[in-house]
């Protein structure tokens, strides 16, 4: 039979002790640091960096180099000044930011939506194009309906008995145009008579659509245009 596992009597203050706090430095206060020694000051020219020591046996295996002699003071003054060119690129100017003292964290303004960025923007305060269209096809829309129940307005229901008058008035002018068609010749030999011949073609089967349509559909609203039109 194995052993059991060790647990240790104070588990639950062991696993507190290794668990990390955040931000430990809120709460327990500045650090102990050494104090600066008084005799510690910045004094003349600490930070001026210095030359290496030179110890003697420098320039044996070496070349002498020489050094390149400055002219006079008289010649450098008749000498015309040469202008210095500055790149301004080099001189752009810091993006500007905010820092949290607490935390230590630096981020941008315009990133942290401090800083104006949309009221300069050209289009600032304008409908967008979208809605825009949007609103022109809503407005065609409205504008096509109330098209449409005006002349439905104007409109009338062709009643049952001028249905069928119409029917019977477009077969007989069907029987009428086809008996005409029926005695042209057999042989066309002039523009004229080959024109005839296409216009009845053409008329024949315009009122074969009328009398179909007529036929099929028992309910027909019509309008006063299309009355006075009507064949």
Not at 29 to 50: D, I, V
Not at 112 to 129: E, F, H, M, N, R
Not at 197 to 221: A, G, P, V
């Amino acid at each position: 039979m194995c052993d059991q596992r060790y647990v240790p009597k104070h588990l639950a203050a062991i696993l507190l002790e290794q668990k990390p706090v955040k931000q430990a430095w809120k709460t327990m206060g500045l650090a102990k640091l050494e104090l600066p020694s008084p005799s510690n000051y910045l004094k003349k020219n600490a930070k001026r960096p210095k030359a290496p020591e030179r110890t003697g046996t420098e320039g044996i295996h070496k070349t002498s180099t020489i050094t390149k002699v400055r002219p006079p003071l008289h010649i450098l003054a008749n000498q015309p000044l040469t202008p210095i060119k500055r790149d301004l690129l080099a001189d752009v100017k810091p993006k500007p930011s905010r820092v949290d003292f607490a935390q230590a964290h630096k981020e941008l303004l315009q990133s942290a939506g401090l800083s104006p960025k949309y009221i300069i923007k050209k289009d600032y305060g304008q409908v967008p194009t979208y809605l825009q269209q949007r609103r022109a096809a809503e407005q065609q829309a409205r504008d096509d309906q109330a098209r449409l129940e005006k002349e439905m307005q104007a409109t009338r229901q062709v009643s049952e008995e001028e249905r069928k008058a119409t029917i019977e008035g477009l077969k007989k002018k069907w029987h009428e145009v086809h008996h005409e068609y029926q005695g042209l010749p057999f042989i066309l030999y002039t523009p004229s008579q080959k024109a005839r011949k296409i216009h009845m073609e053409e008329q024949l089967t315009e009122l074969e659509k009328h009398i179909r349509l007529l036929e099929k559909f028992k309910t027909i609203y019509i309008s006063d245009a299309d009355a006075n039109g009507c064949p």
